[in-house]
């Protein structure tokens, strides 16, 4: 049995947490790689997430302990992300030190327990969540004031400067805007947010290949490098587009030849996601998970060929899924390299097909997934 986060923080620290905050993880649904892009792109939150307890100390230390690791301290101010096991730090330090930056005063430091429902390693941001949740709960410990796009900014920025990982807004934004049972659509480009409704008898299950692949990070930086030296090539013949997001598949198909093959395809890759969700969202208008769902394997199919951020096991999950009538559609979420494959599916989709689908990949990858339904949950928010 897991401990909560109040017997965690009783084990290790005296007196009681003056806050709890919570933050969800989040399913990438339809925008792949466009957040840095300047694109669009829809998630949804999950019920799975991390929760914070935190309380002030009288002197000026920092001590965070997790249901995963050990307890590990840190001076007030001395802000330098660590390497190696306690690494798992550097989303909170790295939010302590963006609000510092803007303006929160610490007086002295703050104990801080952390526990978490999302599984490891399933590419549902726990990152994010971990960077929400601490917000949450700092502004609400020394009294600092922002809004929702505020709180995700910050996870953002902590995640970029401090943690040195060039993501986008997708996940610190589905995490903040997250709404039971909605979709969250962001606009990246003017980093607007919106929600709208899941239709209903749609359910969301995760394939989690637990497949590890060493490069995650550097494979990451390596198509956000390869999108701006894309976007770069395509400047010359469309010196306004300020980014990929701007350039339409027309626009793309006309200079083709005049681009590097590997670039045309990421560009292909970014241009293609665009244009796609905004055929979700027509179809959903229309009420057509069909129609979804084959948008989302054309997804996975853009992701394999132009983007090569899948690998050969989210492949395998993604064609076992395809051949299940119960699902409309399956694709990789998040970064990829590795991670896990979302499905949409109906209400009759079950225990039985996913079990089904786990032996088949087994006998092919000698792996077990590991497979959860969810649903859309709220997003991050202070509960005491
Ligand atoms: C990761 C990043 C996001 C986004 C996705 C891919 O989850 O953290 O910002 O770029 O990959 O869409």
């Not at 802000?79 to 803007?102: C, F, H, Q, R």
């Not at 409309?328 to 989709?349: H, Q």
């Not at 786990?358 to 202070?382: C, M, V, W, Y």
Request: hydrophobic residues 40%; aromatic residues 8%; contains cysteine.
């Amino acid at each position: 049995m897991k401990q909560t986060t109040e017997q965690l923080f009783a084990i290790n620290f005296a007196g009681e947490p003056a806050h709890y905050a919570f933050a969800p993880g989040r399913i990438e649904f339809i925008g792949n790689h466009t957040d840095y892009n300047g694109g669009l792109v829809m998630g949804a939150a999950v019920t799975e997430g991390i929760t914070v307890a935190v309380s002030l100390r009288d002197d000026d230390r920092i001590q965070i302990v997790s249901d995963a690791g050990d307890l590990v301290e840190i001076r007030l101010g001395n802000y330098t992300p660590l390497e190696g096991s306690n690494s798992w730090t550097n989303y909170p330090i790295g939010v302590t030190k963006v609000m510092t930056d803007a303006g929160m005063q610490t007086p002295t430091g703050y104990n801080m327990a952390v526990t978490s429902t999302l599984p490891a390693g399933a590419g549902m941001s726990s990152s994010a969540a971990f960077e929400l949740a601490t917000a949450r709960a700092l502004a609400a410990l020394y009294g600092f004031e922002t809004d929702t796009a505020g709180f995700a900014r910050i996870g953002r920025k902590a995640e970029n400067e401090f943690v040195g990982m060039p993501c986008g807004i997708l996940d610190q934004g589905v995490s903040a805007f997250g709404k039971a049972d909605h979709l969250v659509k962001i606009n990246c480009a003017t980093e607007t947010f919106a929600v709208e409704p899941m239709p209903s008898g749609a359910h969301f299950w995760i394939f989690n290949s637990n497949k590890k692949h060493a490069l995650v990070d550097s494979a990451y930086a390596d198509r956000f490098r390869e999108c701006h030296e894309a976007l770069a090539q395509l400047q010359l013949k469309h010196p306004d587009a300020k980014t990929l997001s701007c350039i339409c598949p027309e626009q793309l198909e006309a200079v083709k030849d005049e681009l590097d093959p590997l670039l045309y395809r990421r560009a292909a890759h970014i241009v293609g996601e665009n244009a796609r969700v905004r055929e979700v969202e027509t179809a959903l208008a229309e009420n057509d998970l069909r129609a979804v769902g084959e948008v989302l394997n054309t997804s996975h199919e853009s992701s394999r060929v132009n983007f090569e951020n899948s690998i050969e096991e989210l492949d395998t999950l993604v064609d076992l899924l395809k051949l299940q009538a119960n699902v409309f559609g399956a694709r990789l979420t998040g970064g990829g390299f590795g991670g896990a494959v979302m499905a949409l599916t109906d209400s009759e989709f079950g225990q039985v097909h996913a079990d089904v689908i786990a032996a088949a990949f087994e006998a092919k990858h000698n792996l077990k997934p590991s497979i959860f339904h969810t649903r859309a949950g709220d997003g991050a928010q202070l509960l005491s």
